[in-house]
């Protein structure tokens, strides 16, 4: 069950990140592109899109990490401290969380012995049962590098195509090439998971397309202003 959580949580990392900066350098070069046809200034908001965007998801995935292990943290040190102050009432907890699971009688109070007879599997159902916490997810310099990394792949993938042709065409095959990764990724995801890899996939390709298009729109109306 870890190595599943873990590997269910290197996933989100690699979606989260990938698709964050996929769709939000999209965003950037659509709406540069749609002001000024001019390839040089696209692919130079491009790049400082990217990099500002890796790094800063890198961050982000790192605070929340280290926030949610020392909530982890202080929440156990404050179970241990009612186990060992006020046991009873620590008892009854137990007892309460698995009869109202529907357990009654002698089994339910072989139950409440067996765990409360150790103080690992006590602290351990407590937290899980009583709190819905989950220790030993992975570090958080470990989850930053994946978003951040994901991040800067998922964004360099609508920029390659103003390297290769002039601006108009580029627009077209960066959209093309960016809602076909997101329909391939949303499908993996299913795949990976559950749910309908069809509908999966048409669903983050459409949720990142809408995204994405904003910024397209901000940029025409700007360039009309400007």
Do not use: C
Request: aromatic fraction near 6%.
């Amino acid at each position: 069950m870890e190595h599943h959580g873990r590997s269910g949580s290197k996933l989100r990392d690699i979606i989260l990140g990938g698709q964050d900066g996929l769709v939000n350098v999209l965003g950037v070069i659509l709406a540069v592109a749609s002001a000024m046809n001019d390839a040089r200034i696209v692919i130079i908001a491009g790049l400082a899109a990217t990099f500002a965007e890796s790094i800063s998801m890198a961050a982000v995935a790192y605070t929340s990490s280290k926030a949610e292990k020392d909530f982890y943290k202080s929440e156990l040190e404050r179970e241990k401290y009612e186990m060992k102050h006020m046991p009873g009432t620590e008892r009854r907890e137990v007892r309460d969380i698995y009869h109202r699971k529907g357990f009654r009688g002698k089994l339910l109070n072989d139950i409440v012995k067996k765990i409360t007879s150790s103080k690992k599997l006590w602290l351990d159902v407590m937290m899980k049962e009583e709190l819905n916490l989950q220790g030993g997810s992975s570090s958080p310099s470990k989850g930053a590098l994946i978003v951040g990394f994901s991040a800067l792949a998922g964004s360099v993938i609508p920029l390659v195509a103003f390297f290769l042709v002039p601006v108009q065409q580029a627009v077209l095959i960066s959209l093309a090439v960016s809602t076909a990764t997101l329909f391939i990724t949303g499908a993996i995801k299913a795949r990976i998971t559950v749910g309908n890899w069809i509908r999966s996939g048409i669903e983050m390709a459409a949720i990142g397309m809408a995204a994405a298009l904003v910024g397209y729109a901000l940029g025409a109306a700007l360039g009309v202003v400007v």
